[in-house]
């Protein structure tokens, strides 16, 4: 039995129909649905429980699990309650760090990209104790990612017991299916599809740094189809413990995106540009490319999709038919 924490959300409801696809149904999911239609990344799906948060203790007590896939958190880069992001993002994850160090239980989880603040290279996941400290997340769910590193680092370096398997993924920009309960964290190509369709201009953020043109702010766009293969292979053992970037290696602009979702749309590019909002400027990463040479060291040789036959695949697949749900 594999429990998936966040199951119903954008990467852990991938997770499992991953699973599933593979003949799983020994799957529990630990979730919130709420009232916004999340629901339906599980609808298509099979599951042997459902656990919400508030008896996830009582549930765990006592059982044996295979795996621990721990992608549950509070991820809006927006979040203001310091309180309740550190309990849901830091505290619980410490609780089931415990957890499966006492019970011997492989534990994959998800950190995040957001762990690095602005820079502009060097997106190194060098997880030492010494090169963590000198990282200064921009927001608050970037600390509270960041503080879980440190504190598992610090219990590697203490020589401290921990679980046979653990694992660590700085997830970069995950795109795909499944993504449309995330409202303003959602990607730009979910967000701006229908408006796009219906012939409207896409409207992507100006530039405010010298240098950089209008659109040119670039991501290391990875699809949730890559981010799952990872997933899994930190599950099945082969490879090493460690904190790994998760990211194609390659940074590519917002303007390439949306180009790539209208040539899939059969359409010749349509944007426009506007003002960044003064509320995010101060906190706008204007790029990000993932090092990867250290998930390749430890054993992942999988390649990734390219930008623009991912998009084609989301867009055709999903975002332009009447059931958008994997």
């Known amino acids: 039995m594999l429990l998936v924490t966040g199951g119903a959300g954008f990467i852990g409801s991938n997770i499992v129909a991953s699973l599933n696809e593979a003949g799983r149904t020994d799957v529990v999911v630990n979730d919130l649905l709420g009232s916004d239609a999340k ?83 060097n997106f190194v996941d060098d997880w030492s104790l010494e090169e963590l400290r000198k990282l200064r997340p921009m927001n608050l769910y970037g600390w509270s990612k960041h503080l879980f590193d440190l504190a598992l680092v610090d219990r590697v370096l203490k020589k401290a017991k921990l679980p046979p398997r653990w694992v660590g993924l700085k997830f970069f920009n995950v795109y795909g299916p499944n993504e449309y309960h995330k409202g303003a964290m959602a990607s730009v190509l979910s967000k701006v599809f229908d408006s796009a369709k219906a012939g409207e201009p896409v409207k992507l953020f100006k530039s405010h740094r010298d240098g950089i043109a209008d659109g040119e702010q670039r991501r290391d766009f990875i699809y949730v189809d890559d981010v799952v293969s990872v997933v899994r292979w930190a599950m099945d053992g082969s490879g090493k413990n460690g904190i790994f970037n998760v990211g194609t290696g390659k940074a590519e602009s917002f303007r390439d995106m949306i ?67 994997k």
């Open 259 to 325: 180009a790539a979702m209208f040539k899939a749309m059969g359409r010749a590019p349509n944007i426009e540009y506007i003002d960044m909002p003064m509320s995010i400027r101060d906190q706008y990463q204007y790029f990000t490319q993932a090092d990867v040479g250290n998930l390749r060291r430890a054993g992942y040789n999988a390649g990734f999709t390219p930008l623009d036959k991912a998009v084609a695949q989301y867009v055709t697949g999903y975002l332009d038919q009447v059931d958008r749900y």
């Open 39 to 121: 629901w339906r990344n599980l609808a298509k799906r099979q599951i042997a429980d459902f656990v919400p948060p508030a008896d996830l203790a009582r549930w765990l007590d006592g059982r044996k699990l295979e795996a621990v896939i721990h992608m549950g958190a509070i991820s809006a880069t927006t979040a203001t309650d310091g309180d309740e992001v550190m309990e849901n993002n830091f505290r619980l994850s410490l609780r089931l760090l415990d957890w499966c160090t006492q019970t011997g239980t492989p534990f994959v989880y998800a950190s995040s990209a957001a762990t690095y603040g602005d820079r502009d290279a």
